[in-house]
């Protein structure tokens, strides 16, 4: 978390902003692509198949969001 390689989220319900369903920790991978590293509902308890799904949502978002960047990046080198 301090060195900036880990990122807690929390997953919450749009009525209930202040109550937190579950806690979510996202790293870099080795491509500096974030990914899920963890969801725990309170107590450790495991995430629902909804939770689930909302969750693989995201991490696919943050995967082509990073690509997107990726490709961006590319493209700015071939400028001349």
Known sequence: V?????????LRLKDKPDESLVTIEVRNNKDGIPQIVQ???????????KEKEIIN???????NKSKEKENESE???YVS
């Open 75 to 77: 493209e700015l080198s």
């Open 2 to 10: 301090i060195d900036g390689n880990c990122h807690i989220l929390f």
């Open 39 to 49: 969801a725990k509902r309170k107590y450790n308890y495991d995430v629902s198949q």
């Open 57 to 63: 949502k995201y991490n696919q978002w943050q995967i």
